[in-house]
């Protein structure tokens, strides 16, 4: 298995020349956008208004998409496409996710995209949510299958702009989303807890990261009781916490992600149809991994740590159990209530691990409850933060990115659901009501007070047929509207 996806091979380029005829002769197919509720009279300003203007007369659906063939020198394809009237950057990634399938129906080489907005910040977005969906459709996810399905001829992506977007941001981010849902969609065969180690490391070396690896030897005699008790049922012995740095002179910075690379649910077994899709449980690592990887590359001062906590949630003899009390690295005691709360018992130790180290700021990734699902859907993804005033930015920060999130409360009196008899604290309620809060209080025991933390409960990180410019149901939710949070907000100042 290649750990790594395959690099992206699409070439984007921006042209500053009208869009003519003569300027396709090298084109297969143009995209062009025109603005919500375009006027009969204002095609009449856009290129090749005649065949828009014709297709609009033939057109018998309101999806707001015309196709056909322009007459030149040679055959072009052309897509006319009228934005929406919301004007969100998830609007604009669905919007031009729609674009580029449809163009690539015919499996053209290379595709140009023109926006008719007036306005230049409206057409500088508009090309780069096209460049973000062209970019995704160039990035294959594993395929085992014995006989191959034929790659995309598509390699060249020209956009007719006078102001173009960050390219070498928007290549590096979808590299990074590439790599989250290329890792989260291996076989749990292909990628188990000793192979995302043994991965990790390897990537740590091609980037000339430092890395250390906590086995469960080393684990055992720190005391990381609450990671090693999800460990135990492993007959591989496998399961460790990874630790990789990128040392800058800026903002330092951790990110954690859960690495449960199969969950059975323990002794507490899962039903068939929830053990389907369980070796994705691991996304939250591959969206720590990536997104360090990316902010790395973004912006070279930044003080970076990842940390991934890697292990298998198996059925065995040795498999930990309810009221059983585990003592975790920090001292806290913990009553086991289910063995299918194993996210939080790994994320423990690795949370007091990262706080040790007094970053700046701390942010976890987790496919941790089904109860954030129910709360928001897959359409959006729940955050917690011990830090009220970073709400707005995160909210603003998926705004921005077009990964939604939405934030739920951390008041202390919900600790009432989670008050052991025997123990400092239960590992959840015995009741599934509001477990994605009570998960996010358990975890806030496992951070410096002083330290500030942000956690996703990835509830989007699996979405059926895809997520804005995204097509498939692997996600990779969280890259992007990481990178808005650090680099474009002003979250870390807001900090102090």
Partial sequence: MDFSPPALRLRVTTSTKRLTRAALSDIDHVIVVMPHG????????????????TLRDRARNKNGMLQG????????????????????????????????????????????????HDNENDCTQIMDAFTRAALVACAPLPNYKSKRTPKPKLRALTLFTQTAPDLNRLRTEAQANHLARWLTAQPPNMLDAGALVVGAVGLARDHGFEHKVYDETELAAIGANAFLAVARANAHSN????????????????????????????????????????????????????????????????????????????????????????????????????????????????????????PKLIIDYATLTGACVGALTTGYTGVFTNRDELHGDLIGAGRDSGERVWPFPLDSDFDKAIESQWADVKQCAASGTGDHIHAARFLMRFIDGKVPWVHFDLSAGNHKGGLAHIPSDVTGFGVHVTAAFILDRPALDALG
């Avoid at 052309?78 to 449809?102: E, H, K, P, V």
């Avoid at 740095?245 to 649910?265: F, M, P, Q």
């Avoid at 002794?267 to 070796?279: D, G, L, T, W």
């Fill in 38 to 53: 375009i006027t009969p009279r204002a095609i009449d300003g856009l290129p090749f208004a005649d065949t828009i203007r």
């Fill in 69 to 116: 063939t322009l007459q030149t020198s040679r055959q072009v394809g052309i897509t006319a496409m009228t934005a929406t009237a919301d004007d969100s950057a998830f609007a604009r990634l669905t919007l031009a996710r729609r674009g580029i399938d449809a163009a690539l129906a015919s499996n053209p080489a290379r595709v140009a995209v023109f926006a008719a």
């Fill in 239 to 358: 399961a460790a916490i990874v630790h990789l740095r990128r040392r800058g002179t800026g903002e330092h910075i951790a990110l954690v992600g859960k690495g449960v690379c199969y969950d059975t649910g323990g002794i507490n077994v899962k039903p068939a149809n929830f053990m389907h899709s369980m070796h994705e449980d691991m996304q939250g690592s591959a969206v720590a991994l990536a997104s360090f990887v990316a902010l790395s590359k973004l912006d070279k001062s930044l003080d970076l740590e990842c940390w991934l906590a890697v292990t298998e949630n198996r059925i065995s003899s040795d498999a930990y159990t309810p009221n059983e009390v585990v003592t975790a690295l920090n001292g806290q005691t913990i009553e086991i209530i289910h063995s299918d709360a194993e996210g939080r018992m790994a994320l423990a130790d690795t949370l007091t691990l990262a706080s040790r180290n007094k």
